[in-house]
């Protein structure tokens, strides 16, 4: 088992719409985590922390579960700019951030 | 805008020759990363250092790769011999060590293609 996974999409909406998708996590001793955004062939960009038990910065709303080890990203009202790959990135501990292999989300007009 | 720094953008050489790529790191940053990222395996983190001592290198392949950081403003990565199955992309982040948890600032890439 991956120590970081994601369904890798593509996930395909229409603007406007809400979207949302899950990272699970091995590691119980995992203390902060963190989602990025990749466009294509850039390099990726910190979106959100998450350090307890969500966070929330706009459109963009970070939700932790630590009983079922996952976090998850909801996006509202989405715009066509969010096109993008959404990675997930767990503290392994040590400081060692584990990424997972990211999910692709498409937004339509 | 303080950003990180790598060069070259993209490197093509034939199996076996050497590779050195180079990462600049945002002023004040005193943990530095090495990253490949491909299709199949995504963003694997190869080793890292914390005020230029490396810390953790188990992810990458000893005989082959080798990591670097000769001052705080200069981190290489360096493949000899490289090989095809090297292609990828190399990403150097830099980060400020804060206790838990880091945030990773990412350089452009070095894109690499051995032939």
């Known amino acids: 088992r991956k120590e970081v996974e994601q369904d890798p999409g593509p996930f395909n909406v229409p603007e406007g719409a809400t979207v949302a998708f899950n990272c699970t996590y091995s590691?119980?001793?995992?203390?902060?985590f963190f989602w990025y955004r990749q466009d294509c062939r850039k390099e990726p960009k910190l979106l959100m922390s998450?350090?307890?038990s969500g966070n929330e910065d706009g459109r963009f709303t970070a939700q932790l579960n630590r009983a079922s080890q996952y976090i998850s990203l909801l996006i509202r009202d989405s715009k066509l700019s969010d096109s993008a790959t959404y990675l997930c990135?767990?503290?392994?501990?040590?400081?060692?951030?584990?990424f997972g292999q990211g999910t692709r989300l498409t937004i339509n007009p | 805008d303080a950003r990180v720094t790598q060069t070259p953008r993209h490197k093509v050489t034939e199996m076996g020759q050497e590779v050195t790529m180079r990462c600049q790191p945002i002023?004040?940053?005193?943990?530095v990363f090495w990253y490949r990222q491909t299709m199949m395996q995504g963003l694997e983190l190869l080793a890292y250092?914390?005020?230029?001592?490396?810390?953790?290198d188990s992810g990458m392949p000893k005989d082959r790769f080798s990591a670097e950081m000769p001052d705080a403003t200069l981190a290489t990565l360096k493949i000899q011999p490289s090989e095809p199955r090297d292609s990828a992309v190399y990403f150097c982040?830099?980060?400020?060590?804060?206790?838990?948890?880091?945030?990773?600032?990412f350089g452009s890439g070095t894109q690499l293609s051995v032939l």
């Open positions: 990135a767990v503290n392994k501990g040590a400081q060692k951030l584990v």
């Open positions: 590691n119980s001793a995992s203390q902060s």
């Open positions: 998450v350090y307890s």
């Open positions: 002023l004040g940053h005193n943990t």
């Open positions: 250092f914390r005020n230029r001592a490396p810390l953790d």
């Open positions: 982040a830099s980060a400020e060590h804060q206790g838990i948890g880091e945030k990773l600032f």
